[in-house]
């Protein structure tokens, strides 16, 4: 026998999950519009609505907007990523081999990060920072480097690591990734010291 709080639990969860489903279908929408016109602007609600098959005040209870869609499509693709990254990590490959398994991701959705890179102004990923500054954030720079850095340089370096990083995967979708992921991380690698390569257990067997 159900009682009736049972039942309106049972309904709330095949409601959840109906509102996850159509959620899904937005994002899967908007992701094959987007490379299929191959601008955010040129996307539109209405488009999106008939792609995924659904009316819009059902698009406006999910979303405020277009930019609030792409917001969580672009969170939806870099959740991919760290996951693949993560994977690498606990599987204890070192730091080059996690940066291999991002670049794969990237070279595989190419097209979208195309667009993704030339109309967006911020990095593309988030966890590189949070890598950076679990490697250096308690790093006594004086001890391993041979210099000093004034207070708050560190944050110089870290920004400088981060937009290098994406204009290194900038540069290479735009040449229609060209080189290999491994040859990308050989790139990469080349523009940092021994002593930082050491500090991130960066293995040089990819290059």
């Not at 488009?47 to 969170?75: P, Q, W």
């Amino acid at each position: 026998m159900v009682t009736k709080g049972q039942g309106g639990a049972a309904m709330n969860k095949k409601d959840n999950s109906r509102s996850r489903e159509t959620d899904r279908r937005i994002i899967r929408a908007a992701f094959e519009l987007l490379i299929k016109k191959q601008s955010i602007a040129k996307v539109t609600v209405r488009d999106v609505c008939e792609l995924a098959g659904i009316n819009r005040s059902t698009f406006y209870a999910h979303y405020v907007d277009m930019y609030d869609l792409f917001e969580k499509v672009e969170k939806t693709m870099e959740c991919s990523m760290t996951e693949a990254f993560l994977e690498q990590i606990q599987s204890g490959s070192d730091i080059g081999k996690c940066f291999v398994s991002m670049f794969e991701f990237i070279r595989e959705y190419r097209q979208f990060y195309e667009i993704y890179l030339n109309e967006a102004s911020h990095p593309v990923i988030g966890l590189a920072r949070d890598l950076y500054q679990a490697r250096l954030g308690n790093v006594n720079v004086s001890d391993t480097f041979g210099f000093d850095l004034f207070d708050g340089e560190i944050k110089y370096q870290e920004d400088f690591f981060i937009a290098g990083l994406t204009a290194i995967i900038r540069r290479w979708v735009a040449d229609g990734c060209a080189l290999s992921p491994e040859e990308l991380l050989g790139v990469l690698g080349h523009q940092y010291s021994p002593d930082i390569r050491e500090l991130f257990e960066w293995s040089d067997e990819e290059e």
